[in-house]
């Protein structure tokens, strides 16, 4: 698999345009964070940012890797949210049958592609019918801190 070509902030775009009624930005506020943790593999130019976010029901595992970074020396320079390549993923069931597929398609998926979901039911409309990749609002809220945190660097044309 090549290395992704998708930064954050075009993610976040597609999510927005996916999600005009769905509300995935307005509830992403709400998500709490039980640990946010980044690891940084200097020798790779990689640096991989990991939580755990608190669902009504369950914990889920909500992954934000960064690549193509380079070492200044002492570290790894900060992600951008537009020019860095990233790669996502969100246990949660809303990132499974809505987006994650399409983040494989797109090479914006990190980790091993799901099983392809199977549709069941034929009633309603597919979830995803224009085959958008993007972001759970786990993973819009991680984004969130992690700019919070100062660990990724804020630009002026994504928010
Ligand atoms: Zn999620």
């Known amino acids: 698999m090549s290395r992704s070509d998708v930064s954050l902030g075009s993610l976040l775009e597609s999510t927005r345009e996916f999600d005009i009624t769905e509300g995935r ?4 506020d709400m998500v709490s964070f039980r640990r946010v943790r980044t690891i940084s593999f ?3 130019n990689f640096l991989l940012c990991t939580s755990i976010a608190i669902g009504e029901e369950d914990y889920y595992k ?10 200044t020396g002492y570290g790894l320079s900060k992600p951008s949210e537009i020019d860095t390549p990233v790669r996502v993923s969100c246990s949660c069931p809303d990132f499974y ?11 914006s998926l990190y980790g ?14 597919e979830r995803n019918i224009y085959h ?5 609002k786990h993973l819009v809220n991680l984004k969130q ?7 990724i660097e804020r630009s002026h044309y994504a928010s």
């Not at 049958?97 to 090479?107: A, K």
């Not at 091993?112 to 409309?125: A, N």
């Not at 801190?145 to 660990?151: E, G, Y």
């Open 145 to 151: 801190i992690l700019l919070d945190l100062n660990i």
């Open 132 to 136: 958008i990749p993007g972001l759970c």
């Open 25 to 28: 930005f307005d509830r992403a």
């Open 112 to 125: 091993r592609r799901r099983k392809k979901y199977t549709r069941k039911t034929f009633d309603r409309p």
């Open 42 to 44: 200097d020798a790779m």
């Open 97 to 107: 049958f809505t987006f994650s597929e399409w983040n494989y398609e797109e090479n």
């Open 62 to 71: 909500t992954l934000i890797a960064f690549y193509d970074l380079s070492y």
